[in-house]
């Protein structure tokens, strides 16, 4: 049994909890897609790491984690990262692989984001400024450098030379350097040598030892770049296919799907969001659920829930069940608005519009819930819920399509409802 955990909103659901939730029931834990863009939070022991670029899973002993061929990966960041993890005592020894065809993301990608948004305008994206994007444009353009590449001193020496050149020429000054580049990613690959591999065998060769596998993804269903509100996406398929793509795993390796969606709605960064919320009300969501970005700080813009959306989620990657997060957020309030449906023009739509012109035309149709007053923070029971949370949830599911599993109703992982009779109880026994 291999499940995909996957973002069913726009990023922020909550993931980094789910993923650290699941891990002892796998062997491997799999990253796809992004690159240290993302900001996996987990409280784990009364500690809060915030995870980038390597996988939830690490925070676990003998779980093996993987960084696929569709990450974008950063090695100053990736050093930063484990050097964290090793002040908490925690080592990534012989347990991370790193794919060899997995693009690397250099200064120089950081300087293009800055310069591409400062481009933009009042159109920009509102990156994370980590060089995502100028660096999966390079995969793309094949002239970008992979982690395989580390290990040839003369051919990177080349291609980091032409690809510094050019970012000169865009940015209009030569204050990069390239050769004191190639040294620092010579020293880099050295370091990196012990966990670099063919990661699709690697999966194929755990898998028919019987291992399970857990494919983390990154962001969520609405900021992938094909299916997410172009152009306000992220630079990867962060849906379930980026999966096969983005580790060399076929189709049928991913056996279950599962969707995380916050109780609400938020995003960060630019684009259109049919739910938002301006005021008290959002602010009250933004502070109680502390609804502040993992990786950058900012401040996400927050909204109801929308079903529309969601059930869009089911669609494109196949839930099998939601893992419903944030919960207790919602507590204390006197009602609960759910969005059902958009209205276009004279037209209700209950299909997401792929195309973010209708969708900055589309006003949200609303459902009133009632709230509870009952606070169901750390209830690890469904019947222990107020009957007013338990009614929402289950309208939720009307509404999504899918069951819901999980219930998070707080940060630490013993905060969660597992539903009884769930496909998600049946994966985990599997
Ligand atoms: P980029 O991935 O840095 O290029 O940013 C593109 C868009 O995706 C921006 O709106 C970012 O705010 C958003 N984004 C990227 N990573 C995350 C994430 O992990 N959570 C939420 N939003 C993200």
């Known amino acids: 049994m291999n499940v995909a955990v996957i973002g069913a909103q726009w990023g922020d659901e909550g993931k980094g909890k789910i993923v650290d939730l699941l891990t002892p029931h796998f062997q491997v834990v799999a990253r796809y897609q992004g690159g240290h863009n993302a900001g996996h939070t987990v409280l784990a022991g009364g500690t809060r790491f915030v995870l980038h670029l390597i996988p939830s899973g690490i925070l676990h002993p003998g779980i093996r984690c993987v960084i696929g061929n569709g990450v974008v990966v950063d090695p100053d960041a990736l050093f930063q990262e484990i050097e964290t993890l090793a002040e908490y005592g ?15 993301i250099l200064p120089y990608h950081r300087d293009l984001d800055l310069l591409n948004e400062a481009r933009r305008g009042d159109r920009k994206i509102g990156t994370t400024s980590r ?76 898998m028919k030892r019987g291992e399970r596998i857990m494919f983390e993804g990154a962001q969520g269903t609405l900021l992938d770049i094909d299916h997410g509100t172009y152009p306000y996406v992220t630079s990867s398929n962060s849906t379930v296919g980026g999966a096969c793509t983005g580790l060399g795993v076929p189709p049928r390796a991913v056996t279950g799907v599962l969707g995380v969606a916050k109780a609400y709605t938020t995003r960060v960064g630019g684009g259109p969001l049919p739910t938002e919320l301006t005021g008290p009300m959002a602010e009250r969501l933004r502070e109680t659920g502390q609804e502040y970005g993992a990786s950058t700080g900012r401040p996400r813009r927050c909204g109801w829930y929308d079903a529309v959306t969601v059930r869009y989620s089911v669609r494109v990657n196949g839930l099998d069940s939601l893992a419903l997060t944030k919960l207790d957020v919602l507590d204390g309030l006197p009602q609960i608005l759910v969005c059902t449906a958009y209205k276009c023009g004279d037209q209700v739509l209950t299909e997401f519009p792929g195309d973010i012109r209708v969708l900055s035309t589309c006003r949200p149709i609303y459902e009133t819930l009632p709230g509870w007053s009952r606070p169901t923070r750390g209830i690890r029971r469904f019947e222990e819920l107020p009957a007013e949370a338990q009614a929402y949830v289950r309208r939720l599911e009307e509404l999504s399509g899918v069951p819901v599993g999980i219930v998070s109703t707080g940060s630490e992982r013993e905060d969660t409802v597992f539903r009884e009779g769930s496909i998600v109880g049946s994966w985990l026994e599997a």
């Not at 020894?93 to 060899?100: A, F, P, T």
């Not at 390079?138 to 032409?162: H, M, N, P, Y």
């Open 131 to 206: 060089g995502i994007g100028p660096a999966y444009e390079d995969k793309v353009g094949r002239r970008g450098i992979r982690v395989g590449d580390l290990f040839e001193a003369t051919s990177l020496a080349e291609q980091v030379r032409e690809n510094v050149h050019a970012r000169n020429r865009l940015v209009g000054d030569s204050a990069l350097e390239w050769r004191p580049l190639v040294e620092h990613l010579l020293a880099h690959g050295e370091r990196m040598r012990p966990w670099v591999t063919d990661v699709s065998v690697f999966l194929a060769e755990a």
């Open 90 to 104: 925690i080592e990534v020894d012989d347990r991370l692989v790193i794919s060899d065809k997995a693009h690397l």
